[in-house]
């Protein structure tokens, strides 16, 4: 079973748009979890970290169910300018573990005008 | 904003030669990592590094790969004879503390010929 698994889409919406992505883990010891942002061949950039109360960054809304270990984003009213692969990742800590980020493959989303 | 900063952007090696790929890491950060990303497929974890030793690393990263603080502010990943299976985009990354999200540089894309 992959460790962190995403729908790799693509997802065509029109600008204005609300879309959801969604996201597994399979370490139930997973400690730290993140939305991250890459754009075609560029660095992935931290879009915001996921806390199990649910957090919200302007349009951008992130959940966290540890009991199914299951990750959300919500995008809301879609801008050209969001679209980019959108990669779920888990930071597994302790038991010696440095904290090594471990990455869905990303689910890449293409807003359209 | 602080940066990560990598050089070179790109390099073409030809098989069975060593490189090195440089990484200046945000200077109040402790936790240093490498990254890479075969073109096409999802970030996977090479190695961590803390207190000037290696804390953990992955099954890619055999005997071929090592990395190097030589000076308290770069710090390096040596490939020392590449294999075409090598080429890939390789990111450093950054982190104040293990349960954060890291901060990526730009990343080297590594093209062996």
């Known amino acids: 079973r992959k460790e962190v698994e995403q729908d790799p889409g693509p997802f065509n919406v029109p600008e204005g748009a609300t879309v959801a992505f969604n996201c597994t883990y399979s370490?139930?010891?997973?400690?730290?979890f993140f939305w991250y942002r890459q754009d075609c061949r560029k660095e992935p950039k931290l879009l915001m970290s996921v806390y199990s109360s649910g957090n919200e960054d302007g349009r951008f809304t992130a959940q966290l169910n540890r009991a199914s270990q299951y990750i959300s984003l919500l995008i809301r009213d879609s801008k050209l300018s969001d679209s980019a692969t959108y990669l779920c990742?888990?930071?597994?800590?302790?038991?010696?573990?440095?904290?090594?980020?471990?990455f869905g493959q990303g689910t890449t989303l293409q807003v359209k005008p | 904003e602080p940066e990560v900063t990598q050089t070179p952007s790109h390099q073409v090696t030809q098989m069975g030669q060593e490189v090195i790929l440089r990484c200046v890491p945000i200077s109040n950060h402790l936790y240093f990592y490498w990254y890479r990303q075969i073109l096409g497929q999802k970030v996977e974890f090479l190695v961590s590094?803390?207190?000037?030793?290696?804390?953990?690393k992955s099954e890619i990263f055999d005997d071929q790969f090592s990395v190097e603080r030589p000076d308290g502010s770069n710090f390096t990943l040596k490939i020392r004879s590449t294999k075409l299976e090598d080429s890939a985009m390789y990111f450093c990354?950054?982190?104040?503390?293990?349960?954060?999200?890291?901060?990526f540089g730009s990343g080297t894309r590594l093209t062996v010929v």
């Open positions: 590094f803390y207190n000037n030793e290696i804390s953990e």
């Open positions: 990742v888990v930071n597994e800590l302790g038991s010696g573990n440095t904290g090594k980020l471990i």
């Open positions: 370490n139930s010891a997973s400690q730290s």
């Open positions: 990354a950054s982190s104040p503390d293990q349960g954060y999200g890291y901060t």
